[in-house]
Nanobody, 121 residues
């Protein structure tokens, strides 16, 4: 019913920047919070950044001041601008969205397939 697709990953040198994009489409009545998670090799998935419909943001401590999450409600898009990238930012990055399909079918969570970010010289 709802599709989520990330893009923008790749290989970047330490200190470089990348911008991830995530598009949500399908049966979306209301888009609530949108999140970026990441899963480094051999580790558990962790929450990186969140943005609610009103624009309030939250970041995990390790990315504060380097990453910026933003959203375009008209396009059902969320972005993650990543600056000053470090090797320990290497991970598969996932987008997750909280969607109301109708007034009585609310708070459905959907995930994208992930996009690889590799920070290496």
């Amino acid at each position: 019913q709802v599709q989520v697709a990330e893009s923008g990953g790749g290989l970047v040198q330490p200190g470089g920047s990348l911008r991830l994009s995530c598009a949500a489409s399908g049966s979306i009545f209301r888009l609530n919070a949108m999140h970026w998670y990441r899963q480094p090799p051999g580790k558990q998935r962790e929450l990186v950044a969140s943005i609610i419909s009103g624009g309030i943001t939250h970041y995990t401590q390790s990315v504060k001041g380097r990453f910026t999450i933003s959203r375009d409600n008209a396009k059902n898009m969320v972005y993650l601008q990543m600056n000053s990238l470090r090797p320990d930012d290497t991970a598969v990055y996932y987008c997750s969205v909280d969607v109301d399909i109708s007034d009585w079918n609310t708070r459905n969570i959907y995930w994208g397939q992930g996009t690889q970010v590799t920070v290496s010289s």
